[in-house]
Structure formats: structure tokens, C-alpha cells
């Protein structure tokens, strides 16, 4: 679960966002809206992998809007 900040605009509750990974490092390819700005994101290190300590994943989510704000939009939290 990715919780976004308050200061990101995320589609409605259960619409299904787009993951994008360049380099490969995450299996992910979609990503569901859930209530309070969270996202779920399922396969994201692959069925079976084990996620090592210093492991650095590069993904992009399709569809969040920034705000229309010079302000930071706040914090966000990952969690597995």
C-alpha cells in the first residue's frame, strides 16, 4: 500500500491506475484507488521473489495530478 500525500489528486475509489517500471524493478502493472488516498498495489516484487534489504525499485503510477501549488503536497508512506 502506497499512501499518497494529501496534496495529490488520485482518481475515484476503485478506478485502476496504470504502473509503469523502466528498469524492471518491480512486476507491477496496475495499481487500485482505495479510500483515503491510497493505493494498492498488487505483484509489485513478483510472485515467489523475495525482496532483498537494500533493494531500490523505480516505478511510475499513471494518472495522479499534482496540486496547483508551489506548497509540498505533503508526505507519503509505503507499506508492505
Given at each position: ?53 537494500e ?26
Amino acid at each position: 500500500m502506497i499512501r499518497m500525500p494529501s496534496g495529490m489528486t488520485l482518481p475515484t475509489a476503485g478506478s485502476k491506475m496504470q504502473v509503469v517500471s523502466d528498469d524492471g524493478s518491480t512486476q507491477a502493472t496496475e495499481a487500485t484507488v482505495l479510500p483515503g488516498n491510497l493505493l494498492q498495489i498488487l505483484n509489485f516484487v513478483g510472485v515467489g521473489l523475495t525482496m532483498e534489504a537494500e533493494s531500490a525499485f523505480s516505478l511510475r503510477i499513471i494518472g495522479i495530478q499534482n496540486q496547483n501549488s508551489v506548497r509540498d503536497a505533503g508526505d507519503w508512506e509505503i507499506t508492505t
